[in-house]
């Protein structure tokens, strides 16, 4: 193949893609849409189940303040520490419950892999980002509260290309 | 206390002695050197875009390089030394930062040698969930490489489509393990969750678009006259010397030799997939570029095939102990090839939760050193495109 029509194939393959759809997603307006609602454990069969790895969930209902969590974090992040908490359940004698600080975090997940008690999910709730770094720290009440997403984006492929959509 | 004068301090004479090597060790490019008035040092990096998080001491005469010595080292973590303070699992998130575009390949050696350490049989299922996720995860190091490749030859099409494209496969990762990069996906028995509901279908789906967007580099990239007028002929590795330097992965199936770990020692389920090894024999910069790239249609074969053969239920993960050790002293080595070559793990345990030793064995470092060697009597000019083409990972390199 000569250089000349190496170089005007080359060029049409891109002017082709004048007509492909836009891949990009714009972020703040539009949000993807992912799987579940975030990273599970089943303690009982001993497997995960498929979801983003986020910011965490905590059911006060449930945590026996067994540390288990802030050990499993002691060689990987050192993000998670008991602290105390005004109410008092009859399974929380101590009434300890994790705080979690997210500017030390991975989100590697193993946290809830070694919780016994069904107390510590993981959530899609990814924004976390804050003005001071005292912000990334999570109390056991901030912990508690369900997130609101809305993510409605997936990548749909059609003929004239993937998009987000 | 008497204190004495070392012995190479009393023995140093008045003149300093140029041309003979001092037997003290020093930083490559602190050592003094006999000065050439044609010759000039060039340092490219560490903060040269161009070098990576390393340094270049190039030697050239004019436009053409004399001499070339790659200091690595600038990103050193102590992956190997902090594993020893740690135990089994705890070891997965930080054992995988050298390489996070590679995540699940950098940890595969290491769950495979832990499970063999810890006579764990893992489940069926399991073994092709972390084939599936192997390959994905191969595909996007070598787009990301893909990129950075592109850009660095000035060619910024090649820099945007990759990029690009490689979110079809992260989305998928995304879904698989809940997480864009860092996935700490595999565990010792297995993977850490099952595949959501109807993964099998959507990842077809864009793993077969995928195949159709790369094959569209042909044309802008691995065809274009440009590309091989800068590639062809620079950088040749002959088979010989790719043997002696010992380099891996597709620079050494760009020199002509048919290895890749997967079929020569197969792991998991890849003795039941049909693999295609790609070979060429040119041994210059264009095939070491163009190896990776035929590499990811032989991946999107192998998704696809794993996808078929794959058990539709099951478990996935062996239900561990809480701090799982070994039986007393045991050593074992395991490997896998990975984006870049073979990488390899090497386990001492003592019955500890935690292992005595652990070395990586890396491909980036083993393809540095055919660096030299290949830039001799190139011209300056070249050296990125014949850099870039050894599929080096600086961070990995330095573990």
Redesign the interface.
Known sequence: ???AT??I??L???IKHLAVKR??LRYPEEK?K???D??Q?DPS?????????GRHLLFHDKCTGCQLCAI?C????EAIAMVKVPEQHKHNKKAIMPQIDYGKC?????CV?ACPFYALY?TNDYELSTFSKEGLIYTPAQLQVKPYVAQDSE?I?TDRG?SHG | MTTELPTDIKSTSSEIQIDKPSSKWLPPGLALQKVDEKIMTLNVGPQHPGSGHMRLIVQIDGDYIVACDPDPGYVHRGEEKMAE???Y??????LERPVIHDSCNILYPYVLGVEELLGIEVPERAKYVRVIAAELNRCIYIMYWLAIYGIFLGHS?MFMWPT?DR??LI?LM??????RV?H?HFIPGGV??????N?EEVCL??VN?FEKRIK?YA???Y????L?ARTQDTGVLSRQDAIRLGVTGSVLRASGIDYDVRKKEPYDVYDELDIQSIVMTEGDAYARSKIPWLDMMDSCNIIRQALQKMPKSG??????KPNPKGKGFDTVYKRVESGRGSLGCYIVSDGKPEPYRLKLSVPSFRNLIALPYLLKGEKLGNMPSVYWSLNYWPVEADR
């Not at chain 2, 478990?315 to 561990?320: A, D």
């Open positions: 193949m000569g250089t190496g170089i194939r080359a049409n393959s891109g891949f990009t993807l992912f799987v579940g975030g990273y454990y069969t001993g497997v995960g189940i498929a979801g983003l790895k499993a002691e060689g990987v992040a991975v989100f590697c997940g193993l892999d993981m990548i492929i993937a | 303070y740690r135990n699992i705890t070891n997965i998130p930080h099409t690009g979110e079809l989305d995304e879904k698989m393990t809940g997480a860092t700490s850490r969750n099952d595949l959501p509901a993964f789906r864009q678009y569209e044309a802008v990239f065809d274009n006259p440009i091989i478990s996935v993960r062996v239900k561990l």
